[in-house]
Every structure is written in C-alpha cells, then in structure tokens.
C-alpha cells in the first residue's frame, strides 16, 4: 500500500542541525521528495532525490536514503529562523499520484 | 516564468453561491491538479488533468466542478458548498514525470459561511 508516516514535531535552537525522518512503504517509489510550507503559502519543492542515490546535499541541505528500510531524512544544517515551517515528505509510486507524509512542524528557537 | 498562480487568495462565499478559483501557469506543464488542504494536514488530491482532459477524480462531490480551458488554466467551479468546505485549495502543475516534482500555487483561502 501507500504510506507515508512522519514525526509531527521537531523543535532547534537557531544555529543546530536539524534532521526530519520520514518512512515510506512503497517500494515502487522511484522518486522521494521534500516540500517546505511556510504559514499562509503553498508548497515549494524543496528538494528531491531519486531512488538509485544514497545522499543528495544542496547547500544547507542534506538527503539521506535507506531504500532498504525506507526511510528518508533531511537535514537542515545551521537552522535559522526563516527556516521554521511544515516539512512534507512525499513519495510517487507507480500510480503516479503524489503520496504526502503529515508533516513535521519545525520550530526553530533564538 | 517558473510559477502557478491562484486567484483570489481569499474567497468568503454563502451555502447558496456560485463562485471560481483560477489557477495559471506558463511553464508548458502538461498535468495540472487541484488539492484541498486542512490547517495542520497533508493536501489531499481532489483531480487531475492531464493534457487537458480529467484523468483523475478522487471521488469528489459533485459541488466541485472543474475546468480545463486549455493547456495554461485550469478552473474549480463551486456551487452550494458546505462549512467543511471551507480549507486552502491548492494548485499544482508538473511536467509529467515524477523526476521534477510539482509546483505549487500559493492556494486560494475559501471560507464557507
């Protein structure tokens, strides 16, 4: 089936590391996505990884993928303020729709 | 032009309205999707579009009405909506593929009163 399960709160001091988990159960995923949503906006694309890569890194941001377990983190590092929001994870199995994850609120304290 | 717009950003409609969210993008995007989301939830798909005709609805009821125009616009016609309607509707384009993801409107927020 497809699943997508998260923790649903993460709280940082400004300046730590910050890593969100997210576990999928489709293994047909080829395609492993993070969306970032700010209060009152849409979605923006965070960053994506594909299935055949173990780590992905883009700036302050990190991709880790066990496809064997599943599991996807991302890691914000030198987490600022402007970087409190939702982190949605999401898959794309073979039925091609976009499977969403709930969540991880990210509160980033001063 | 890398970005879905929405119009409006806030809608209050009666039970008893008619009124359109508008969604627009220019990217030559081939699939376009309407979300519904809840505060503090995942979006939740309602249909797709794809080459301008619907290939997906997710069991939607039939006081949502959409519309594809044509490659660029994509339309969600609302009649008699209820108060558990109200929630920021989404929007969302994508090339096809799942290697690039979607992108995403900044929603429409739609209170039903």
């Known amino acids: 089936g497809e699943d997508v399960e998260q923790s649903l709160f993460l709280s940082v001091r400004e300046g730590d590391s910050s890593v969100i988990n997210c576990t999928y159960t489709d293994s047909s995923s080829t395609y492993l996505y993070w969306y970032k949503q700010e209060p009152g906006a849409g979605l923006q694309l965070l960053t994506y990884?594909?299935?055949?890569?173990d780590m992905k890194q883009d700036q302050r941001l990190t991709v880790l993928l066990n496809k064997k377990d599943k599991h996807l983190s991302l890691r914000i590092a030198d987490t600022q303020t402007g970087d409190s929001a939702i982190y949605f994870c999401a898959e794309t199995p073979n039925t091609g729709k976009l499977i969403f994850g709930q969540g991880t609120t990210l509160q980033v304290k001063p | 032009d890398t970005e879905v717009t929405q119009t409006p950003k806030h809608l209050v409609m009666g039970m008893t309205n008619k009124k359109s969210l508008k969604c627009e993008q220019h990217?030559?995007?081939?699939?376009m999707y309407w979300y519904k989301q809840k505060a503090k939830k995942p979006p939740e798909l309602m249909f797709v579009?794809?080459?301008?005709?619907?290939?997906i609805n997710e069991s939607v009821p039939s006081r949502f009405s959409p519309e594809c125009p044509n490659s660029s616009l994509l339309n969600l016609h609302l009649h008699a909506l209820q108060p558990e309607d109200s929630a920021l509707y989404l929007c969302a384009s994508s090339q096809g593929g799942r290697a690039y993801g979607y992108t995403f409107g900044s929603g429409t927020r739609l209170t039903v009163v």
């Open positions: 990884i594909f299935s055949n890569m």
């Open positions: 990217m030559g995007h081939r699939a």
């Open positions: 579009y794809s080459y301008e005709k619907l290939s």
